[in-house]
């Protein structure tokens, strides 16, 4: 016991100095940096106000098993979903309806049930794990219901290879994946979206060498009034990519997005016309064998 009690002072003593060095140099970084103004970028100057270098490191140790450790949900990979419902469409067939006082309260009890549908969604072919991880309801004028919630998913898709990266650094950017173009809110327009998702990662995949989609954002917006009322489509995703920060830009990763965006609109206009002409072909067929033209 006459041991223990030097053995605990130099274990904290030595843990205290491995600690001052690397507080030190932060703090002499950070004096530079501020010093220096306007030589220093404002990513590095980001980047340095962090905290030390063990810190950042063991930051971005846990950033990286919540984007690309396929084994786990993360709560850094997820679907967020919002879309609005008529309150009486979550009663169930013959279901009397509640006192409007608890409406709120029903409501919010409904909203996981339902998203467990956008869930086997994604298990068809985006995901190969998914469970509500929140869920959420908020009441409008006119008798409907804004329903939100956020999925935590595994993605079939793999992310790629980040072990040999040097001077790593995740970056992230933002990809609207609806192109400008109205769509209804339905499982088919669901899906499109998640497949633009994975398409553009893997455009970024074969350029840096990695991507996971970090953040999917499926979004409805309503107009018009009740009788009339329709719902176009938003939708998002978040992709991250993590690259050599010396080589490597945020507007590298950009570009590509924006190469791949133009792609898909491409094939979106190709489909269009394509389903116009079969829309005619169909038209056409009854009459065509009088017809001489």
């Given at each position: 016991m006459k041991y223990l009690y030097p053995l605990v002072v130099a274990v904290i003593v030595g843990l205290s100095a491995l600690w001052y060095v690397p507080s030190m140099i932060w703090g002499y970084q950070v004096s530079m940096a501020t010093t220096r103004g306007s030589d220093v970028s404002p990513e590095r100057f980001a980047e340095l106000i962090k905290g030390p270098a063990p810190v950042r490191w063991i930051r971005g140790r846990k950033e990286m098993r919540a984007y690309y450790d396929m084994a786990q949900f993360s709560k850094r990979r997820t679907v967020r979903v919002q879309f609005e419902r008529r309150f009486d469409s979550l009663l169930a067939e013959g279901e009397a309806a509640p006192d409007p006082a608890l409406h709120l309260l029903y409501a919010k009890a409904r909203a996981p049930q339902l998203l467990t549908t956008f869930c086997a969604e994604l298990l068809v072919g985006y995901?190969?794990?998914?469970?509500?991880?929140?869920?959420?309801?908020?009441?409008?004028?006119?008798?409907?219901?804004?329903?939100?919630?956020?999925?935590?998913?595994v993605p079939r898709f793999?992310?790629?290879?980040?072990?040999d990266v040097e001077n790593g650094e995740f970056i992230k950017v933002y990809?609207?994946?609806?192109?400008?173009?109205?769509?209804?809110?339905?499982?088919?327009?669901?899906?499109l979206m998640s497949r633009r998702a994975v398409a553009l990662c893997a455009a970024l995949r074969a350029e840096f060498g990695n991507c996971v989609v970090g953040n999917l954002q499926l979004r409805t917006q309503g107009r018009g009034p009740d009788a009339a009322r329709t719902y176009t489509m938003q939708a998002s995703a978040q992709l991250v990519v993590y690259a050599d920060r010396i080589r490597v830009g945020k507007d590298d990763v950009t570009q590509v997005v924006e190469d791949g965006r133009r792609i898909l609109v491409s094939w979106a206009q190709a489909r269009g016309r394509m389903a116009h002409f079969a829309d005619l072909a169909a038209r056409i067929a009854p009459w065509r064998s009088t017809a001489h033209f």
């Open positions: 995901a190969s794990s998914c469970l509500v991880g929140e869920a959420d309801a908020r009441l409008r004028d006119g008798g409907r219901v804004d329903l939100s919630g956020s999925l935590q998913i793999h992310p790629g290879a980040v072990a990809a609207d994946l609806a192109l400008n173009a109205a769509r209804e809110f339905t499982p088919e327009t669901r899906a």
